[in-house]
C-alpha cells in the first residue's frame, strides 16, 4: 500500500465551484505540505504543516486554503475555483526527526478547472 | 531574489554518461536534493548532498560545491528508464525547499 495517498487522482470542474484534495499519509511523519506543478516550472509551495496546530502559508497561497484533520491527513481546498488554477497538484510529507528530512510524495492529482 | 538553474532538456545514449548541471542562488544553504520524476509521477528521492564532494549510490552521483553555488548529478550506464525529469532543490536558511524546473532528460538507443 502507497504510504502516502491522494483523492481524487483527477478532476475536471468548472470555474467557481469550491474543491476540496485529500492527502491521507501512514508514514507517521509530523510535516506535510501542498505543491502545485506547472510545466516548464519548479514545484510552487502552496501551504505547509508541522504538526497538527501549525499551518504555514507557502509561495502561492492565494486562492487556496487547507485543513490538517489529523496528524495523517491534509487537505487542500480551492475556494472558488479559476483556470490558472489547472495543475498537477501533489501533496508531501517529511519527518523532522530524520538526519536527511527527505520529502515523499503522493502520486499526484491533476486538476482541469474549465 | 532565490533562483535555481538546471537545463531544460538533456539528449543522451543508452549506456553512455550524462552529467545534470544546477545552479542556485539562495538565501542561506543548508543541503542540496535531487530527486527523479517520472512523467506523470511523483518525485522519487536520488540524493542530498549538505558537504563539498562526491556521494556515490550506485550508477548515480552527486557533487556539490557551496563556494560556488554548483552541484551537478551524474548518471552512468545509462538505460532507457532513466528516461525522466531530474529536479534539483536547496533547503535555504529558514529551511524551506527551493526547487528548480527540472531537467527532461531524453535517452536514445
Known amino acids: ?114 | 531574489g532565490q533562483n535555481i538553474d538546471q537545463p531544460t532538456e538533456m539528449t543522451a545514449t543508452e549506456g553512455a554518461i550524462v552529467q545534470i548541471n544546477c545552479t542556485y542562488q539562495t538565501s542561506g544553504f543548508n543541503g542540496l536534493f535531487w530527486y527523479q520524476q517520472h512523467a506523470g509521477e511523483a518525485p522519487t528521492f536520488l540524493s542530498y548532498n549538505v558537504l563539498d564532494g562526491l556521494e556515490e549510490k550506485g550508477r548515480f552521483s552527486s557533487f556539490l560545491s557551496r563556494s560556488k553555488g554548483y552541484s551537478y548529478l551524474l548518471l552512468k550506464e545509462l538505460q532507457m528508464k532513466d528516461s525522466a525529469s531530474y529536479l534539483c532543490a536547496v533547503t535555504d536558511s529558514n529551511y524551506q525547499l527551493i526547487w528548480g524546473a527540472g531537467t527532461k532528460l531524453i535517452i536514445k538507443p
Open chain 1, 1 to 114: 500500500d502507497a504510504d502516502v495517498t491522494q483523492t481524487p487522482r483527477n478532476r475536471i470542474t468548472k470555474t467557481g465551484k469550491r474543491i476540496m484534495l485529500e492527502c491521507s499519509q501512514t508514514k507517521g511523519h509530523d510535516r506535510m505540505y501542498w505543491y502545485r506543478q506547472d510545466p516548464g516550472l519548479g514545484l510552487r509551495l502552496i501551504y505547509y504543516s508541522f504538526d497538527v496546530k501549525d499551518i504555514n502559508k507557502g509561495e502561492i497561497s492565494d486562492g487556496y486554503s487547507v485543513s490538517r484533520q489529523a496528524q495523517a491527513k491534509f487537505s487542500l481546498s480551492l475556494e472558488s475555483a479559476i483556470p490558472n488554477q489547472t495543475a498537477l497538484y501533489f501533496c508531501a510529507t517529511s519527518d523532522f526527526g530524520q538526519e536527511v528530512e527527505t520529502q515523499y510524495f503522493g502520486p499526484g492529482t491533476r486538476l482541469l478547472v474549465l
